[in-house]
Each structure stands twice: as C-alpha cells, then as structure tokens.
C-alpha cells in the first residue's frame, strides 16, 4: 500500500511580495492549492515538514492530503521552486484531484536485477538507462507506489521498451495510450557491449633518443664536475 502523506497548512488571506518573504523568515513556504473545479487558494506550509517530506520518492508521485485548517483535500504535488545556491524552498504547487477522475503524475523508474544482468554477467556488457521515469494515467486510488521493471533477463544488444513495463490494472503509460502505430514505444533501458579502447602503435609518437655522443659528453662533464668539488 502506497505510503500516506498529511500536510497541515495555512490559507493566506493577503499575498505579494513583502508578504512572502516575511513568510519565509518565519519558516514557511508559500504554495498554491488549484484545480479540481474549485478556486486557487494561497496557503503557507512549515518550510521543515516540506522539506524533509520532499526528502522522500514517493512523496512526489503520491496522492497528498492538504489540510487547510481542518478541511482536508486531496491533492498532487506539481512544482517546486528551490534558491538557486541554498537549499531552501521557494515556493510549491500542488494540484487537487477528484477521486472520480484520473490523474496524470510522473514516476521514477526502479530497475531490479541488475546484478542479476545476463547480458552483463555472462555476456560482459553494460546497463544503459535511456528512460528514467514515465507519465502514468489512473484514478487517484489506483496509483501504484513504484514503477519496477526487471532487468535479469536483459541479454547483450538487447533492449526493454515501455510497452514491457509491467502495470496495475487501471494503470496506463500516457505515452502508449493513443499510440496506434508503436512509434512512442521508447527503449527505456538496453545492454550494449563495453567500450575498449585500442592502441595503434603506428599513431603513437616516437621516444626521443639520446645521442651516444651526447651521453659521454655529458658523464664525462659529471665526473669532472665531483673531481672538482673534492678536497685536495
């Protein structure tokens, strides 16, 4: 069962932008609740809940309670806006959904098995990830916890596409729901060969050589050298 997610938040009854800096130095985010058939309404939510709540995968993929001084809504989170150079939230969007109609969210892509790989355990290649999360379409409850896709049986030049993903009844891959001809079906993950760099040595440059008569010279210069500098 997908883990459940509660944030208390705040309506804000005034915005702009002294208002949301003084929000910001009081430990809070300002965010925005829209859609759903209903208006948008700016809300402040604890900066250290968001934050830490945001530390987790599944919160940005799960369906988010949003309790507004006791009126709880369900909602998705949409966009999050960060400083530049701290790691401070700005500012978030979550968007209501409506138990009755599907939502479309973004998943990230767990591949299992890698260890597993035959392509790379017997065959000697290596693991290309070329899709690292898809768009999935369901109702609101139907939302799986993670997208896995198992990759132990992967042989060398060989690829997995979306259409191999496996998925919970009720649950559709956005890309591959009006894709009547297969051209959406991306590879989403693939075992080539390994790379090995070769060495031609006809490219490679000459070593200098030392002149015979450049060595004596110089031994002879040497030895000159330490007969000079010990004592009579």
């Not at 979550?94 to 138990?99: N, T």
């Not at 990830?129 to 990759?151: F, N, Y």
């Amino acid at each position: 069962m997908p883990e459940q997610f509660e944030l208390a938040a705040r309506v804000r009854a005034r915005s702009g932008t002294s208002l949301v800096r003084r929000l910001r130095r009081e430990g809070d985010v300002p965010a925005v609740l829209y859609g759903g058939g209903k208006p948008n309404i700016s809300i402040a939510i604890n900066h250290d809940v968001l934050f830490h709540s945001l530390e987790k995968e599944s919160f940005h993929s799960a369906v988010i309670v949003i309790n507004t001084d006791g009126n709880r809504e369900q909602a998705i989170l949409k966009d999050i806006q960060r400083h530049p150079h701290k790691t401070n939230i700005l500012h978030a969007d979550f968007q209501r959904v409506d138990r009755n109609k599907p939502i479309l969210i973004s998943m990230p892509i767990h591949f299992e098995g890698e260890d597993e790989c035959v392509g790379v355990k017997i065959d000697g290649g290596m693991i290309n990830h070329l899709i690292t999360s898809v768009e999935v379409t369901c109702l609101p409850e139907k939302l799986p916890e993670r997208i896995e896709v198992d990759v132990s049986g992967l042989q060398k030049n060989e690829s997995l596409h979306l259409s191999d993903i496996p998925l919970p009844e009720g649950v559709e891959l956005t890309a591959l729901m009006y894709d009547e001809s297969g051209d959406h079906d991306l590879a989403i993950a693939s075992v080539s060969a390994r790379r090995v760099e070769t060495v031609d040595l006809e490219d490679q440059a000459p070593t200098e050589s030392v002149d015979e008569g450049d060595q004596e010279d110089g031994s002879d210069s040497d030895t000159d050298s330490e007969s000079r500098d010990e004592p009579e």
